[in-house]
């Protein structure tokens, strides 16, 4: 019933909401009409589903990217229908604020699940490839993480206005040049699964969309003028303008290496590949620093913030991460012999920083409140979260975040092996042994199959049991293969690794099978972060409960002695 | 001196033993093998690619092996597969004419955003109000609650 009571704001984003709809409707009805049959003739039982995409998450990661890219349709429209309209305040943000938490949850669930994907189905044991197509769905994922960072500002301090704006509309405009890269067809991507001729839609859609916007900044410009003062560089403040920064700079560094391909063929006349390496190479020390940022922000006050405060909350956590990194290279990790290693003993050292000062706030706020109302400590912890769903959602959502990286780190010390394997033969793989018990081969309606019964050793003691296989799609033609994969959650928790396998084929000389493992350390916290992350999004989400009220202990009346 | 002789040859073991990390085949392949992509058209990098009857990677695979049992150092192999396949095939932009721009831009854009922010932040604090000392300015109904406002914003609890 919110539009009641902003029904001019709600009249001017809902146009703009329907200037975005009608855009896609003109496409879907004369470019590029999803019912046209295809040419030739069709076969009887039709070419079948691309088998990748014969996977049970392919039915909920294509509508969460979608969400994720749709919805930011909604803080795009009253952001700029707040412009449009000279609307005062901050209001626009607080309507839109779920939305966009909404959205940005959906857009983080669309990127694992398609990362999760990859790593279950394309058998090649990694989860990012940075292909521009990941990279189109990432880049507004880190303008709106960005955005959600900077309104912050807005809010409490009236500040970042004309940023805020220009955020909002720059995450648009990135869902839908996303969209544009994924359909067009400009950039070679292994996800062209549906590339058409509808790119100057785009084109024409997107320079529409950067006039609009910019022709109303430059007409309103002055209504969004605001106080900027800063009291200290040690406070919220700065931290959140440092965070903007690196996030805009990661979006901009992904979008350079994604369209540096086309400029390098504009510019010499051939192409070049920017593949993993580039983005390793240059995202790696982004990321470390918005780590850093991300495990000072939260023990930063708004205004400023005294040294000793600073020392006082970061001694511990600071003491824990420094504590992990000694440990790492006590357990031999050399950061001094391969770039991989140190980045992998930083990005530890940084994540474990984020999760104690998470953890050290929740501590610290808890015993505030139980200290004042009696509680135990976890319920004083609940209860905090409870009051503040915002603050501390967020930092759950940033927990999540730190167990993310320490699953990436895990790929510096990635092992692989392959061999040929016939009946009892055996292959190693850190402390695995694996044995071929048997291979086979299987006839079914919709492929057939070859697979491997493979059984897993550790320490002498049989584990488990595996079954990579290969299948042969009839309908479409097309060989898949279906890697097996099995987390070593019981066996070491914390240490958690992934043992990869991947039936690759058959020697065709000698009949066997060609077994490639993969030993993939920590990669099972990537998931767990990843669900982290949204159990903090949707924390943040709950309406804040209403503060406790204290009430000062009655004072008791005593009758002077000797009164009658 | 004893010390400055114990110094030099821990030194010494030590540049030995990374050298002897960086001449080892095995390691060789296996950041070449990073360094390349695959060309069937998959755009993995050339280890990674396990696309079942790649017509490409086996051999591309096989030739690196047999370039390094050569013993042809790292520019010459990479510049036979550019010669081979293309400039595709080398998985990052080189160090050289127009593709350093490439490995330049982001960080000189990082350094020039840093700057930039630093200077924001200076310019702002300028700008905070300076009271002189002991100076007190009585805080009235409005602009009270407007405080309590603020104050409650600011922390939070």
Redesign the interface.
Same mark, same amino acid.
């Given at each position: 019933m919110r539009y009641k009571t902003d029904s001019r704001l709600f009249a001017y984003a809902s146009v703009i909401i329907a200037a975005v709809q009608v855009f896609f409707l003109l496409l879907l009805n004369f470019a590029a009409r999803p019912f046209v049959g295809t040419p030739g003739i069709a076969p009887a039982d039709g070419n079948g589903l691309n088998p990748l995409l014969q996977y049970p998450e392919m039915v909920i990661h294509p509508p969460m990217l979608y969400l994720g890219y749709v919805g930011f349709t909604v803080p795009f429209a009253f952001a700029l229908a707040a412009l449009i309209m000279r609307y005062p305040g901050e209001k626009w943000i607080h309507i839109t604020r779920r939305w966009t938490m909404v959205t940005w949850g959906f857009l983080t669930c669309g990127i694992f699940l398609g990362a999760h994907w990859a790593y279950s189905v394309l058998?090649?044991?990694?989860y990012w490839?940075w292909?521009p197509v990941e990279n189109a769905s990432f880049m507004p994922w880190l303008t709106g993480t960005a955005f959600l960072h900077s309104v912050m500002m807005q809010?409490?301090r009236g500040m970042l206005k004309i940023w805020n704006m220009w955020l909002i509309f720059v995450t648009f405009g990135l869902c839908i040049f996303g969209t544009f890269l994924t359909r067009s067809g400009v950039v070679?991507?292994?996800h062209a699964f549906a590339q058409s001729s509808i790119g100057n839609w785009f084109v024409v859609f997107m320079a529409l969309i950067a006039a609009t916007c910019a022709f109303y900044f430059f007409k309103n410009k002055s209504h969004l003028r605001s106080e900027? *003062?800063?009291?200290?560089?040690a406070s919220r403040e700065?931290s959140f303008?440092?965070n903007n920064?690196l996030f805009?700079?990661f979006c901009?560094?992904v979008l350079?290496?994604t369209l540096?391909p086309i400029l390098?063929e504009w510019?010499?006349g051939?192409?070049?590949?920017?593949? =993993? =390496?580039?983005f390793n *190479?240059?995202a790696i020390p982004?990321v470390l620093l918005l780590l850093l940022l991300t495990a000072l922000g939260p023990l930063l006050?708004?205004?400023k913030t005294s040294i000793e405060s600073i020392k006082r909350n970061f001694t511990w956590p600071a003491l824990g991460a420094l504590l992990v990194g000694v440990l790492m290279m006590v357990f031999g990790v050399r950061p001094w012999?391969d770039i991989s290693y140190f980045y992998s003993l930083m990005a530890a050292m940084l994540a474990i920083l984020v999760a104690l000062t998470v953890i050290s706030e929740f501590i610290r706020?808890g015993r505030?409140i139980s200290r004042h109302t009696g509680m135990g400590l976890p319920g004083s912890m609940l209860h905090l979260l409870h009051?503040?769903t915002r603050?501390y959602g967020g930092y759950i959502v940033h927990m999540g975040v730190a167990l993310v990286i320490i699953g990436f780190l895990g790929s510096a010390f990635n092992q692989d092996a392959e061999k040929e394997m016939g009946y009892g033969d055996k292959m190693t793989i850190g402390p695995y042994t694996l044995v071929c018990r048997s291979y086979t081969q299987e006839d079914k309606p919709n492929y057939g199959s070859e697979w491997a019964i493979i059984d897993i050793f550790r320490g002498g003691k049989q584990i488990d049991t595996m079954f990579p296989e290969?299948r042969f799609y009839k309908a479409s033609q097309q060989?898949?293969?279906v890697p097996q994969i099995h987390s070593t959650v019981k066996e070491d928790f914390f240490l958690v690794k992934d043992l990869y396998m991947?039936y690759?084929?058959i020697n065709q000389d000698t009949g066997k099978p060609i077994i490639?493992a993969h030993l993939n350390p920590m990669v099972p916290w990537i998931w767990i972060g990843w669900i982290v992350m949204i159990v903090g999004t949707v924390a943040a989400l709950v309406p804040n409960a209403a503060p406790v009220r204290l009430t000062a202990p009655a004072r008791v009346q005593t009758a002077p002695v000797g009164a009658d | 001196m004893r010390l400055r002789r114990v110094a030099q040859a821990a030194l010494l073991c030590c540049a030995v033993f990374l050298c002897m990390g960086a001449s080892d085949q095995e390691t060789r392949f296996k950041d070449l093998g990073h360094r390349m992509m695959c060309v069937c058209g998959c755009s993995q990098i050339l280890l990674e690619c396990n696309h079942v009857g790649c017509q490409y990677s086996d051999r591309m695979r096989s030739e690196l092996i047999a370039g390094l049992d050569r013993g042809d150092n790292d520019d010459l192999l990479l510049s036979s597969f550019v010669q081979k396949y293309g400039t595709t095939v080398i998985a990052a932009p080189t160090n050289t004419g127009f593709n350093r721009v490439a490995w330049i831009v982001p960080y000189l854009v990082l350094v020039l955003g840093i700057v930039g922010v630093i200077s924001l932040v200076r310019l702002w604090k300028s700008r905070a109000l300076v009271l002189p000392a002991g100076a007190v300015l009585p805080v009235k109904g409005a602009e009270l609650v407007e405080f309590r406002d603020q104050a409650r914003k600011d922390t939070e609890l």
């Amino acid at each position: 019933m919110r539009y009641k009571t902003d029904s001019r704001l709600f009249a001017y984003a809902s146009v703009i909401i329907a200037a975005v709809q009608v855009f896609f409707l003109l496409l879907l009805n004369f470019a590029a009409r999803p019912f046209v049959g295809t040419p030739g003739i069709a076969p009887a039982d039709g070419n079948g589903l691309n088998p990748l995409l014969q996977y049970p998450e392919m039915v909920i990661h294509p509508p969460m990217l979608y969400l994720g890219y749709v919805g930011f349709t909604v803080p795009f429209a009253f952001a700029l229908a707040a412009l449009i309209m000279r609307y005062p305040g901050e209001k626009w943000i607080h309507i839109t604020r779920r939305w966009t938490m909404v959205t940005w949850g959906f857009l983080t669930c669309g990127i694992f699940l398609g990362a999760h994907w990859a790593y279950s189905v394309l058998g090649w044991g990694g989860y990012w490839g940075w292909d521009p197509v990941e990279n189109a769905s990432f880049m507004p994922w880190l303008t709106g993480t960005a955005f959600l960072h900077s309104v912050m500002m807005q809010e409490k301090r009236g500040m970042l206005k004309i940023w805020n704006m220009w955020l909002i509309f720059v995450t648009f405009g990135l869902c839908i040049f996303g969209t544009f890269l994924t359909r067009s067809g400009v950039v070679s991507s292994v996800h062209a699964f549906a590339q058409s001729s509808i790119g100057n839609w785009f084109v024409v859609f997107m320079a529409l969309i950067a006039a609009t916007c910019a022709f109303y900044f430059f007409k309103n410009k002055s209504h969004l003028r605001s106080e900027h *003062k800063l009291e200290s560089i040690a406070s919220r403040e700065s931290s959140f303008l440092f965070n903007n920064l690196l996030f805009v700079l990661f979006c901009f560094t992904v979008l350079w290496g994604t369209l540096f391909p086309i400029l390098s063929e504009w510019v010499q006349g051939t192409k070049v590949t920017v593949g =993993p =390496p580039f983005f390793n *190479k240059v995202a790696i020390p982004v990321v470390l620093l918005l780590l850093l940022l991300t495990a000072l922000g939260p023990l930063l006050a708004w205004r400023k913030t005294s040294i000793e405060s600073i020392k006082r909350n970061f001694t511990w956590p600071a003491l824990g991460a420094l504590l992990v990194g000694v440990l790492m290279m006590v357990f031999g990790v050399r950061p001094w012999v391969d770039i991989s290693y140190f980045y992998s003993l930083m990005a530890a050292m940084l994540a474990i920083l984020v999760a104690l000062t998470v953890i050290s706030e929740f501590i610290r706020g808890g015993r505030v409140i139980s200290r004042h109302t009696g509680m135990g400590l976890p319920g004083s912890m609940l209860h905090l979260l409870h009051r503040n769903t915002r603050r501390y959602g967020g930092y759950i959502v940033h927990m999540g975040v730190a167990l993310v990286i320490i699953g990436f780190l895990g790929s510096a010390f990635n092992q692989d092996a392959e061999k040929e394997m016939g009946y009892g033969d055996k292959m190693t793989i850190g402390p695995y042994t694996l044995v071929c018990r048997s291979y086979t081969q299987e006839d079914k309606p919709n492929y057939g199959s070859e697979w491997a019964i493979i059984d897993i050793f550790r320490g002498g003691k049989q584990i488990d049991t595996m079954f990579p296989e290969r299948r042969f799609y009839k309908a479409s033609q097309q060989t898949q293969t279906v890697p097996q994969i099995h987390s070593t959650v019981k066996e070491d928790f914390f240490l958690v690794k992934d043992l990869y396998m991947v039936y690759e084929g058959i020697n065709q000389d000698t009949g066997k099978p060609i077994i490639k493992a993969h030993l993939n350390p920590m990669v099972p916290w990537i998931w767990i972060g990843w669900i982290v992350m949204i159990v903090g999004t949707v924390a943040a989400l709950v309406p804040n409960a209403a503060p406790v009220r204290l009430t000062a202990p009655a004072r008791v009346q005593t009758a002077p002695v000797g009164a009658d | 001196m004893r010390l400055r002789r114990v110094a030099q040859a821990a030194l010494l073991c030590c540049a030995v033993f990374l050298c002897m990390g960086a001449s080892d085949q095995e390691t060789r392949f296996k950041d070449l093998g990073h360094r390349m992509m695959c060309v069937c058209g998959c755009s993995q990098i050339l280890l990674e690619c396990n696309h079942v009857g790649c017509q490409y990677s086996d051999r591309m695979r096989s030739e690196l092996i047999a370039g390094l049992d050569r013993g042809d150092n790292d520019d010459l192999l990479l510049s036979s597969f550019v010669q081979k396949y293309g400039t595709t095939v080398i998985a990052a932009p080189t160090n050289t004419g127009f593709n350093r721009v490439a490995w330049i831009v982001p960080y000189l854009v990082l350094v020039l955003g840093i700057v930039g922010v630093i200077s924001l932040v200076r310019l702002w604090k300028s700008r905070a109000l300076v009271l002189p000392a002991g100076a007190v300015l009585p805080v009235k109904g409005a602009e009270l609650v407007e405080f309590r406002d603020q104050a409650r914003k600011d922390t939070e609890l």
